[in-house]
């Protein structure tokens, strides 16, 4: 039995590196034999983000606090497990990654839902535009860090991505099942929305697909990516979804969710503005790089 392909250590934070995706690992060995699906254990992470907002919400102060953020936490784990099974049987698909986003969003959405609505009794309608800001929030900082993290795979490790099943026409795209003609337009509008805070991106691929028959110059141009994306990795960091798991379980602690929604509102989305403004500088600079590259390899008239 093979282990799932590592991921690179430069893009695991430390609690992803020793704690969450060793057990995510180890789940993943552990459900093959079962006969379970990675999309099984989407769903499965799915009920544990909505268990979390039952324990914050409903639970009595401090063990609402303790459990709600337990649960939160047992999520990381189930949510990196499904990858590595898929990866495991040989089944990874972009349908599996929709599936896993669709999960993953929906549990948050009925827990933003579950903390508004327990902040209200305090704040009223305030309660509601917190949530939906710090939601809204919350979709971006995600979309930025998953597709740099996927992004930087693709362009340093050769690793494809949902971006490449919609450049092949998969059927996420095309509305091939039910699942897809009902979320497909998520996907799409993710990728979007990627684009929007990555422009830079397009001109990058185009030079690697270009380099793609030459392996010592497209060895090069990745090692470029690796080398220039060290302080962009750790503010994407910043923004993902273990900073938010802890601050949400601080701000629970403290017995109120409104803690959570204002450093997601304030200050998570200055770090994102720093880590997008992070990213467009080491794009335009690897962009220009491998112009000049692309230029030297040329054959000369």
Known sequence: MQA???????????????????????????????????????VAGLLL????????????????????FSLHALWHVVDGADGDLARLNGKSSAT??????VCDYAGHVVLYIALAAALDDRLGGWAWGLAAAAGASHIVQTN???TQRRTYLWWAYGVPWLKHAQAAGDDVFRGGNWFSLTFGWMARDYLRLAQLMSPWSTRIEARLDAAAADPRRLARMRRLVRRASRRSLALEKAVGPNPRTIILGL??????????FLAETILLNLLLVL???????????????????????????
């Not at 467009?280 to 962009?287: G, H, P, S, T, V």
């Open 275 to 301: 880590s997008v403004r992070q990213h467009a500088r080491r794009d335009r600079a690897l962009a220009r790089r491998f112009d000049r590259l692309a230029r030297a390899a040329a054959p000369h008239a």
């Open 251 to 260: 701000s629970m602690s403290m017995g109120s969710p409104l803690f959570y």
């Open 49 to 68: 983000v909505w268990a979390a907002a039952w324990a914050y919400t409903a639970l009595v102060w401090p063990a609402s606090a303790l459990v709600g």
């Open 4 to 42: 799932p392909r590592q991921r690179p250590r430069e893009l695991e934070d430390r609690l992803n590196l020793h704690l969450y995706h060793p057990l995510a690992a180890a789940l993943a060995r552990a459900l093959q034999p079962t006969g379970v699906t990675p999309n099984a254990v989407s």
């Open 96 to 101: 599996g990654e929709l599936v896993d986003g």
């Open 144 to 146: 930025h860090a998953e």
